[in-house]
């Protein structure tokens, strides 16, 4: 501990520290308390529209609030009066040994997840408790000074990175969009129904969940074709269950689509080596035929304009769900010469993994700024920072 710091528990150096919605003992001109009709404010943001009739504490003094429940530790400084709900405590320091804006980096750093409770919250007793350093106070004032520049300049960087991120991400969405939105004049418009056979998941009353098996054969489900991966297998079924419903077989070229929610069409094409399973009923799948490549049909149904087709067939409903295998089969589709279709999918793949390297170098920016405030926070209340 640098020289001329102490260390002291927050309960000893404030004026006031209670929770939201309680009335302090104390009543003095930095809290007033009275029966009001008042906006109830949660987790550091006004409910909209949400008034009560309450005994609560008005306060007026500049303070921070930090949330007790849920986003535990989260705070805000609240330099204006306000009325704080029952899920914040507020704490009001006293400002002739603790700067307001050092308090809240100071609070900032601190981990509040491990309180020791089954259910992560915090209590006024439990924040009192808490050593906080404490140097002079026009020390607080210039480290205050030096974490705001830095914040600032990581802030910034950050901001960039994710809007880096975001170009990445939209720079193949905009490619995948060119290539579909302006098929050339030898390309022919094919139906869906003529590339594919379709086959809709069994209803769900046959896949009662008394009739799974600890192993067997495999139920895919919807996450399958959301997330593109064929782990994480939970259903199965015997092989008596698996002849009844070959039908619903899936095999290596298969496509996959979920069909309902906001994850209506995603898609993803079933690899090689996968265990032997059938689809359940919030999946669709596609055998594509011989003149057409599975990967170009991946990309299309992947591409907006196939996004944008499937939810307005969906109706608008409040649920989207998949449309009949009718309405699916007559939808048209741009389709060069399987050799084109090869190459098309062949410079897509080109930029999608270069578009997953930069996303990954920038993810990883976004990370490493963050480590960076906390490592500079470290530094500063060790009394490093020079």
């Not at 640098?2 to 528990?9: A, L, T, V």
């Not at 007033?32 to 906006?39: A, G, M």
């Not at 306060?59 to 029952?86: D, N, Q």
């Not at 008394?210 to 399958?224: M, N, P, R, T």
């Amino acid at each position: 501990m640098k020289q001329g710091w102490e260390i002291k528990k927050l309960g000893n150096v404030c004026e006031e520290l209670f929770a939201g919605g309680d009335v302090p003992k104390v009543n003095s001109s930095k809290v007033e308390s009275d029966i009001f009709n008042v906006p109830i404010f949660s987790n550091g943001e006004k409910n909209k529209g949400l008034y009560g009739y309450t005994n609560v504490a008005r306060v007026i003094k500049p303070s921070i609030t930090i949330s007790a429940r849920g986003t535990i530790g989260y705070s805000e400084i609240r330099e204006s009066a306000f009325y704080p709900a029952i899920r914040l405590i507020v704490v009001i320091p006293k400002t002739e040994i603790l700067d307001l804006f050092f308090l809240k980096y100071v609070i900032s750093s601190i981990d509040f997840t491990h309180s020791g409770s089954s259910i992560p919250q915090l209590t006024v007793p439990m924040i009192k408790e808490y050593p906080i350093p404490l140097p002079p106070l026009p020390e607080q004032q210039r480290i205050v000074a030096i974490l705001e520049e830095a914040f600032e300049a990581i802030a910034t960087a950050k901001a960039n990175a994710e809007q880096n991120l975001k170009n990445a991400k939209e720079l193949f969405e905009s490619y995948l969009m060119g290539v579909f939105e302006n098929p050339k004049d030898n390309w022919e418009k094919k139906k869906w129904g003529d590339l594919c056979q379709f086959v809709r998941g069994p209803f769900g009353g046959s896949l009662k969940k008394s009739i799974f098996k600890e192993d067997g054969y495999v139920v895919y489900e919807q996450k399958h074709a959301i997330h593109d991966h064929f782990n994480q297998l939970r259903y199965f079924i015997d092989e008596d269950k698996f002849n009844e419903m070959i039908r619903f077989e899936v095999k290596p070229g298969d496509i996959i689509m979920s069909c309902s929610g906001v994850t209506l069409g995603r898609v993803a094409i079933i690899p090689e080596n996968i265990r032997r399973g059938i689809i359940n009923q919030a999946l669709l799948k596609l055998t594509p035929k011989k003149n057409v490549s599975v990967h170009f049909l991946k990309h299309w149904l992947r591409s907006k304009i196939f996004q944008d087709i499937i939810f307005e067939y969906s109706g608008g409903a409040a649920i989207p769900n998949v449309p009949s295998a009718k309405i699916l089969k007559d939808i048209l589709i741009p389709l060069p010469s399987l050799k084109e279709q090869n190459k098309i999918v062949e410079n897509i793949e080109l930029i999608l993994v270069e578009t997953k390297r930069l996303e990954s170098i920038y993810k990883h920016k976004i990370v490493v700024l963050e480590e960076l405030k906390k490592s500079v926070l470290q530094k500063a209340f060790n009394g490093e920072l020079n």
